[in-house]
């Protein structure tokens, strides 16, 4: 069964740093397209960061600088380096997966076939 796990949300002031993990199981996924979005309260589900078909890296303008998504395929683990949060960033993040998607669609989270089933992250002022 292929699964992806997040974890490593939680509760932190602005400025603060969290590391957020997504753990995929069931399959190799070296050679997919892994991404996160994040869900804030109230509002649509958005792109934050993506690796394109196991290789190069991918940022939403909101993030960059701030966060750095790196991965582990030995482990087939993917992470998200949060750095400088803000109480904008307050949002229920999930990992994503796909294997067939192209460039121009990476930023569409109903693009990606394997979800995970997110974790909160949420930071004070």
């Known amino acids: 069964q292929v699964q992806l796990a997040e974890s490593g949300g939680g509760l932190v002031q602005a400025e603060g740093s969290l590391r957020l993990s997504c753990t995929a199981s069931?399959?190799?996924?070296?050679?997919?397209?892994m991404a996160w979005f994040r869900q804030p309260p109230g509002k649509e589900r958005e792109f934050v960061a993506a690796?394109?078909?196991?290789?190069?890296?991918y940022y939403a303008d909101s993030v960059k600088g701030r966060f750095t998504i790196s991965r582990l395929n030995s482990e087939n683990t993917m992470y998200l380096q949060m750095n400088g949060l803000r109480p904008e960033d307050t949002a229920i993040y999930y990992c994503?997966?796909?294997?067939?998607?192209?460039?121009?669609?990476?930023?569409?989270?109903?693009?990606?076939?394997?979800w995970g089933h997110g974790t909160q992250v949420t930071v004070s002022a």
């Open positions: 069931g399959r190799t996924f070296s050679r997919y397209t």
């Open positions: 994503a997966a796909d294997q067939n998607l192209i460039l121009s669609s990476i930023t569409w989270a109903r693009q990606y076939d394997l």
């Open positions: 690796f394109f078909r196991g290789s190069n890296t």
